[in-house]
């Protein structure tokens, strides 16, 4: 079973940054994506970024040229730095992974919570 721990988040005025970690324990092998998801309160869950393990990115637009995903396979975490924070980047931040056959399988991080004021 693979988990995720979130790490990293806090409180930060406008314009500030912080660098978010997700270590991931148990193995995963093969092809895989790793992503950063959100939610706001009243908000559904949404895709902030992710990353394959070729290294290939992709990013929601509102976040694009802010917020840079990557990953360290060698300490098996990923990382997502958020630079020029706003005020609605304000969510609990999730860790997500999917990996197995076909992608089908997923584990969740608990999450950890960015607050940005204004």
């Known amino acids: 079973q693979v988990q995720l721990v979130e790490s990293g988040g806090g409180l930060v005025q406008a314009g500030g940054s912080l660098r978010l970690s997700c270590a991931v324990s148990?193995?995963?092998?093969?092809?895989?994506?790793m992503g950063w998801y959100r939610q706001a309160p009243g908000n559904q869950r949404e895709l902030v970024a992710v990353i394959t393990s070729g290294g290939s990115t992709n990013y929601a637009g509102s976040v694009k040229g802010r917020f840079t995903i990557s990953r360290d396979n060698a300490k098996n975490t990923v990382y997502l730095q958020m630079n020029s924070l706003k005020p609605e980047d304000t969510a609990v931040y999730y860790c997500?992974?999917?990996?197995?056959?076909?992608?089908?399988?997923?584990?969740w991080g608990q999450g950890t919570q960015v607050t940005v004021s204004s």
């Open positions: 997500n992974a999917k990996y197995g056959s076909k992608l089908s399988r997923q584990s």
């Open positions: 148990g193995t995963i092998i093969g092809i895989n994506v």
